[in-house]
């Protein structure tokens, strides 16, 4: 069976997962990310006000 080889542009790779995973209002979906690679279960942190 013959290899083939397909570039891949890692620039739009990291675009990508940074729109996803970087915003501040998907934190429940980057901790969610974080708990399944790490097979944790942290919970959200809510700052509080003093």
Known sequence: ???EM???NREHKDRLFKMIFG???HREWTL???N???GSARAAIIP???
């Open 1 to 3: 069976m013959k290899e």
């Open 6 to 8: 397909y570039m891949v």
């Open 23 to 25: 915003r501040p209002e």
């Open 32 to 34: 969610s990310l974080y």
């Open 36 to 38: 399944a690679v790490n």
């Open 48 to 50: 509080t006000c003093l």
